[in-house]
């Protein structure tokens, strides 16, 4: 497996405001995705992150709202735009790692209370 | 439609208990994979086994053990002699066909206590 960072862990944040969170990955990864996790319940794919090239979304997912970016093979941003009182929820993000296709790993989560 | 059932939504055991929970899948790929993760209080998902569908082998690691049934369509986990740290909420998931497909279909998962 690989070692992987969410910064910032956890925030909290004015409805209106938006809010970019990191992901660090120790080694090349082919594949990067970001998930949420409103309380209580699932995780739910938001999108994939391509590496120079524009996110994939999942339905009901829209890059206004959550644009991404992925300049390399090891990070990867999320940002939560215009935040509402709904958008609170634990954001992860998750890699495929090389051989292992189809098994992701996931980074300890961003846990964000709008307020 | 992909779909994951964990019926459980909660239980509660005794350590030293033997704990099963259930899992139910529906897919129409013949090719797919499921997959079991933790979810302790601290947040962090942390994978536990993937299993593919042309493997109908159990597995055993340790105290954990998996039953995986494409008859009923049911990937079972069974944590034998529970201790208080498997106290958690533990997802069972879904990713079907070949090569990277992404998205992970999560069921509600089950939150398991486990009291000393």
């Known amino acids: 497996s690989a070692v992987i960072s969410q910064k910032p862990s956890r925030d909290i944040c004015q409805r209106g405001t938006s809010l970019t969170i990191q992901c660090q990955v120790d080694?090349?990864?082919?594949?990067m995705f970001w998930y949420r996790q409103q309380p209580g319940q699932s995780l739910t794919l938001i999108a994939t992150a391509n590496q120079g090239s524009e996110a994939t979304y999942e339905s009901g997912f829209v890059i206004d709202k959550f644009p991404i970016s992925r300049p390399n093979l090891t990070f990867s941003t999320l940002t939560v735009s215009n935040m509402s009182p709904e958008d609170s929820s634990i954001y992860l993000c998750?890699?495929?790692?090389?051989?292992?296709?189809?098994?992701?790993?996931f980074g300890p989560g961003t846990r964000l209370t709008v307020l | 439609a992909q779909k994951v059932t964990q019926a459980q939504t909660e239980i509660s055991v005794v350590e030293k208990e033997d704990v099963t929970l259930d899992c139910v899948y529906e897919t129409r790929d013949t090719t797919y994979y499921l997959f079991w993760y933790k979810q302790p209080p601290s947040g962090e998902l942390v994978f536990l086994i993937r299993?593919?569908?042309?493997?109908?082998q159990n597995e055993i690691s340790g105290r954990y053990s998996w039953n995986f049934q494409k008859s009923t369509s049911s990937f079972n986990f069974t944590i034998t002699a529970s201790q208080v740290v498997d106290s958690a909420v533990y997802f069972c998931?879904?990713?079907?066909?070949?090569?990277?497909?992404?998205?992970?279909?999560f069921g509600k998962g089950t939150k398991l206590s486990v009291k000393p």
């Open positions: 299993r593919n569908s042309f493997d109908e």
């Open positions: 998750s890699v495929e790692i090389g051989l292992e296709i189809d098994t992701q790993y």
């Open positions: 998931a879904l990713s079907e066909g070949g090569g990277s497909q992404g998205n992970l279909i």
């Open positions: 080694s090349q990864v082919t594949m």
